[in-house]
């Protein structure tokens, strides 16, 4: 009887890990289709589960073929998300190049911050502490709201470029910038309660850098913003996602310049929609052969995802990369140190068929955003 029970327990999670790890290929943007792309990397280690019960029923009971047949499904799907997870280690080829330490006195560095803040956070002075000790010359903050703004406006002293939209319910987002801004706009790209940043940086002794802060909205978010509203729709990813492509489609635009693209994308680094941002506006990512630098939930290590993304352009080298410690927020700040160095000007090579997935994509999230009474003229 215990033997039976345990092979049936040993069916059930081999299927259940077969099934989430198939979802994600569903072209659908429904939230709870898209959530079982976060996390692989916990989906990859629980296959370790069935795979030790299979091993002790096969010890119990002599093995057969139905426990090879198991554990190969156990086997297959564990490496399958585990596939996702290995371009983020030491195992993989870098995409932007180390910067090479007997070069770096010659070369032009920034240091880039990107924090989403929880807004219903108020420890603002530990805050600031954390950013004077790390010292960026970029500053991105996510969910600035009016307190934040407040609490945080002794950065003003310290930096003499600001630009940026403060709103309630984790909507907004500031920039604080040691170089001069050349050109600054706030863009409301699918839906007019989400802003993203796009400014010129006057970076001396180079050419100006091109760059974007957004937060665009995370799917299975309600669609009202309330915690006592039970009823409400939980939001899909097409808004998101369509928000991402129009920001690549902008570097696309402009590809010869240098550009750095940072913010809280709510999607995860190995996603098909992260990738595809990737490879239509040619942006590298520092991560990939490197480390996964999951960011969010802070407080919960098992559960992290990286979601705080940093992307560059070609152009930049890496001289570090890491996460910070944000007092009281449920995210880690991301920060690189970025050396400047010469430009190959090849052109974004995105073939047609991501081209036209992408605009699919802006077109749904368009239609969604319309839908949910939140859209923007820009999406048009």
């Not at 509203?229 to 240098?258: F, G, I, K, P, Y």
């Amino acid at each position: 009887m215990a033997a039976t029970l345990l092979l049936w327990s040993i069916r059930v999670l081999a299927l259940l890990l077969l099934a989430v790890s198939l979802l994600p290929m569903i072209p659908s943007g429904q939230w709870w289709v898209q959530l079982w792309e976060f996390p692989r990397l916990q989906l990859s280690f629980a296959a370790i589960v069935p795979l030790v019960l299979l091993a002790v029923h096969a010890w119990w009971n002599r093995p057969r073929s139905e426990h090879a047949v198991w554990a190969a499904v156990i086997v297959a799907t564990g490496a399958w998300q585990l596939s996702h997870i290995l371009p983020f280690t030491p195992v993989w080829p870098t995409e932007v190049p180390i910067a090479e330490t007997h070069a770096d006195g010659d070369r032009t560095a920034l240091k880039v911050l990107t924090a989403n803040v929880t807004y219903t956070n108020d420890r603002y002075d530990e805050f600031v502490a954390v950013v004077q000790r790390e010292n960026p010359d970029l500053l991105l903050l996510i969910e600035v709201d009016r307190a934040w703004a407040e609490g945080v406006a002794s950065l003003n002293e310290h930096y003499a470029h600001r630009v940026g939209e403060v709103r309630g319910e984790g909507l907004g987002i500031m920039l604080w910038s040691r170089f001069p801004l050349l050109e600054q706009e706030i863009k409301h790209l699918i839906s007019d309660r989400r802003p993203s940043i796009f400014v010129t940086l006057d970076v001396p002794d180079i050419e100006p850098v091109r760059y974007i802060g957004t937060h665009p909205v995370p799917p299975g978010l309600r669609d009202q913003i309330s915690h006592n509203d039970e009823t409400s729709e939980r939001r899909d990813s097409r808004v998101r996602d369509a928000e991402l492509m129009l920001v690549a489609r902008h570097v696309q635009e402009d590809s010869d310049n240098r550009w750095i693209v940072t913010g809280d994308f709510n999607d995860v680094a190995w996603s098909d929609t992260t990738r595809l941002f990737a490879d239509l506006s040619d942006l590298k990512d520092p991560r990939r052969g490197r480390r996964l630098l999951s960011s969010y939930p802070a407080e919960r290590p098992l559960l992290r995802y990286p979601i705080d993304h940093l992307f560059v352009s070609d152009g930049f080298h890496l001289i570090g990369l890491d996460r910070v410690r944000v007092p009281g927020s449920d995210h880690f700040a991301v920060t690189a140190t970025l050396a400047v160095a010469n430009k190959d000007h090849a052109k974004p090579g995105a073939s047609e068929e991501e081209e036209k997935k992408a605009q699919e994509m802006v077109e749904e999230g368009a239609e969604d955003a319309a839908e949910h009474d939140v859209s923007s003229s820009q999406a048009d």
